[in-house]
C-alpha cells in the first residue's frame, strides 16, 4: 500500500507543478485577450458613433462644430454651411445629432420657434428659409452688376 500512496502523492504534486507551469504560461495570453477586448470596444464605440452621424445627418453636416453652441447659432451656423438656406426637416436631425436637442414629439415647433424668433431667417417656402443677409449680399451683387448692352 505504501507503494501506491508514495505514487498517488507523486502524481499529484506532478500534476500541482503542471497546473502552476499552465497558469504562469496563460498569464500573457489572458493579458493579451484583454488588450484585444479593449480595442474591440474602442472600436465599435467609434464605428458606431460615425454611423449615428451620417445616417441622422442629411446634409452631411459635421456636427462637432455645433458642439458648445445655442440653438440660435447652431441654425445660423447650419444656414450658413448649406448656403444660406434651411430646411427645418432637414434641421431637427442636425440638432438632435449634436446633443443641441432632444427628439421630442414638437422638435419640429420647436425650430420654427427659434427660426421666427431669431429674425435672422425669411421664409421662402413650406418648411423652407433663407438668411436675410445671405438675400443682402445676393441682392447687392445684382446690383452692382453692369447692364450689357448689345
Known sequence: MEGRDQTIQYLTQVKRDLSAKREKLLRPVQDVDKEIEHITAALAVILRSGTEDEKGNPLGFPLKKLRG??????????????????????????????????????????IHGLISRSEAFRRIGRGEYRLKEAEAKTSDKTLFQPNHVQ
Do not use: D, F, W
Not at 451656423?77 to 448656403?83: F, L, P, R, T
Not at 438632435?96 to 422638435?107: A, E, L, V, Y
Open 69 to 110: 453652441m445655442t440653438q440660435t447659432q447652431a441654425l445660423l451656423e447650419i444656414a450658413k454651411y448649406n448656403g444660406g438656406t434651411i430646411k427645418t426637416l432637414e434641421v431637427k436631425p442636425i440638432l438632435i445629432g449634436s446633443g443641441i436637442m432632444r427628439s421630442t414629439k414638437n422638435s419640429a415647433r420647436m
